[in-house]
């Protein structure tokens, strides 16, 4: 029966520590990739898949002027799956204006940027795209708003 008993305790002693371990090692995982989210964001997203903030930083990476069609693409997926889990990223919006800029659609970029800086009021590419855009445009009140 001591026996029995000792067994018993050992187990759920056992499944304690264990289960403890493993919400360390969740804990870990989860801090370092919000540590490293904007300056590594690749290495964030292996620490943590589901990291809305790392996934705007690597979409926001691979969506640059000289990028080509698949990598536009794929930075437009990830910036769409970092809002899925948080709506706020200014910088997510901010990638898929800028997508939607190198592919040619001039509006849907406009109103991608305008929604990505009210999103963020300190969001500055926003701000300073749509200065540029205005300029372009000939809207000196646009470009002063």
Do not use: C, H
């Amino acid at each position: 029966m001591a026996i029995a008993q000792n067994s018993a305790w050992l187990l759920r002693r056992l499944i304690v520590a264990a289960t403890a371990v493993a919400l360390a090692i969740g804990v870990v995982k989860v801090s370092l990739a919000r540590v490293v989210d904007t300056n590594n964001p690749a290495f964030a997203l292996t620490m943590n898949a589901n990291d809305a903030r790392a996934m705007a930083a690597q979409a926001e990476r691979l969506a640059q002027p000289q990028a080509s069609r698949t990598e536009l693409a794929r930075a437009a997926e990830l910036a769409r799956k970092a809002l899925g889990r948080d709506a706020t990223i200014a910088p997510a919006i901010r990638t898929l204006g800028l997508a939607a800029d190198l592919s040619g659609e001039r509006e849907r970029a406009a109103a991608l940027f305008r929604f990505a800086a009210r999103t963020s009021f300190r969001d500055l590419p926003s701000q300073l795209w749509l200065i540029q855009y205005a300029v372009e445009r000939d809207d000196a009140a646009g470009a002063l708003n």
